[in-house]
């Protein structure tokens, strides 16, 4: 390993500010937009490893849209989304289980090559898929449109129940392994045993509720919240609750950024302290949020 460029005194700065969040718990969104620049994905499995190294105790959460979306292209399908949720039939929802799981069982791979020590989710084909203790449990999601009427979403799901015993004991193994940081795809079992489609967005939400967690962090493809989608200096760096709703209303916040920011009001409501929305494709951004008094994201309070 190369000898690397920080002074110690550097390293003594950062060591101290990170040894504050020890034993705090973060809930790290990793969307699949942010991980289209693999370089940057790469260094948020270093940040999330420097901060469970530290004593954070760290979940990671991740969505694929994209890679969902170019599987059910190749596939034949054509992707619609509804109310900013993925329409799941049935062969939608074998593709969108395959590739979270392809992804899943990637991001674990990539993480052990850094020496980190990640405890996925996925079905690796030989039958030893935990799926009894698969970490979230759901229902299927009712929406109705603006006159009152059911909208059909088919396989989409709503999560009604986190496993917070397993994940905590990822943290904290009883066993006399070593920790390890879990990381979950956004999919959830149903009674019967079937899978359903979960947006990423609402289960980080409901892992960070669950664990109640000090900190909810969702890693996207944009600065943060913006004010025009095409300026990216026009980056909003607090909002309130009561703010962002106006911003959806007004149509500002709009597709992917609606069940985000719903997201963070969800995370906050069940307790967490901050929500931020961060810029997953800038590598470490989710570090500096640590090491640095101001970053560049947006931080959304009640
Ligand atoms: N006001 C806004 N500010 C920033 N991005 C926005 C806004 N409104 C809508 N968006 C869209 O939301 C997208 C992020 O959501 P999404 O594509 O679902 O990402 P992820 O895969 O991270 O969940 C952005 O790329 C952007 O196109
Ligand atoms: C119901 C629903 O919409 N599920 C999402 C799950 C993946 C996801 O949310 O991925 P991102 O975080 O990359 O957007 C989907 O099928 O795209």
């Known amino acids: 390993m190369s000898e690397p460029s920080l002074t110690a005194e550097s390293f003594a700065a950062a060591a101290g500010r990170l040894a ?43 969505g694929g849209g994209k890679p969902i979306d170019r599987a059910m292209t190749a596939a034949g399908l054509t992707p619609r989304k509804v109310a900013g949720r993925r329409y799941t039939d049935a062969d939608t929802l074998a593709v969108v289980v395959r590739v979270l799981g392809e992804i899943n069982a990637d991001l674990v791979q990539r993480a052990e090559r850094i020496g980190a020590r990640f405890r996925g989710y996925y079905d690796d084909g030989a039958g030893s898929g935990d799926f009894a203790g698969w970490p979230l449990t759901g229902a299927r999601l009712s929406l109705t449109d603006p006159t009152g009427a059911p909208v059909d979403l088919g396989h989409v799901g709503t999560v009604t129940g986190v496993a917070v015993n397993a994940l905590r004991a990822a943290f904290e193994p009883s066993d006399g392994r070593d920790p390890s940081v879990p990381i979950l795809p956004s999919l959830a079992r149903d009674a019967a045993g079937g899978w359903l489609n979960i947006n990423a967005d609402t289960a980080a939400s409901a892992v960070a509720g669950a664990l109640k967690a000090d900190m909810a962090v969702f890693l996207t493809d944009t600065p943060g919240v913006l004010r025009d989608r095409s300026d990216p200096k026009s980056l909003i760096s607090k909002l309130t609750e009561a703010e962002a709703r106006g911003l959806i209303a007004s149509g500002v916040i709009d597709g992917g950024m609606v069940p985000k920011v719903e997201a963070c009001f969800e995370a906050l409501e069940a307790g967490a302290k901050s929500a931020l929305i961060l ?11 640590f090491l640095k008094d101001t970053f560049t994201g947006t931080v959304i309070t009640r």
């Open 279 to 289: 810029d997953g494709r800038v590598p470490y951004s989710l570090l500096d949020v």
């Open 20 to 62: 504050a969040y020890r034993d705090r718990t973060v809930v790290v969104k990793l969307g699949g937009s942010a991980m289209e620049e693999p370089a940057a994905t790469d260094a948020c499995l270093r940040s999330v490893d420097v901060l469970d190294r530290f004593g954070v105790r760290v979940a990671l959460v991740h």
